[in-house]
């Protein structure tokens, strides 16, 4: 979503607000697929990107921007049907939050703003690291939030 009127620190934010919207769609989605034995995991990473949603919500009315709503759906990139998919799904997730919050490090003009964008970043890069290992996969890359 570009809009002529926001300032690029602005815009990154509603993106970054888009992908954390996806982002509990996703988790509702990794929640049904995931090894039961990862509820709780799986409960605290939806809870820390419905926190980030709502916090990235409180700044873009502080800065007089309105807050996209969330979809009523989101597509996934692939089938998600059992443990493993589900874990690729939360990396895919937390890939994707990751592209969104380094984009707002990128662009942010205010201290506050790229501290908390640099917060989103390294818990995202976090998480993926965990889902990764649960993959069966690295755990980590290069540079977390590149695409």
Known sequence: MTSP????????????????????????????FADSSRSDEVAADA???RARRDATIDALRAAGVTPPVAAPGYTVPFPVTGPIEA?????????????AWRSV?????????????VDALTEAALRAARWRVVEGVPPTVAFPGLP
């Open 105 to 117: 490090v990128e662009r942010a003009r205010s201290e506050a703003t790229r501290g908390n964008a």
């Open 87 to 99: 874990a690729r799904l939360a990396v895919q997730i937390e890939s994707d939050t990751a592209i």
């Open 47 to 49: 809870a820390s990107h």
């Open 5 to 32: 009127e926001l300032g690029p620190e602005q815009q990154a934010l509603v993106d970054a607000l888009e992908a954390e919207h996806s982002a509990v769609f996703g988790y509702g989605l990794v929640a049904a």
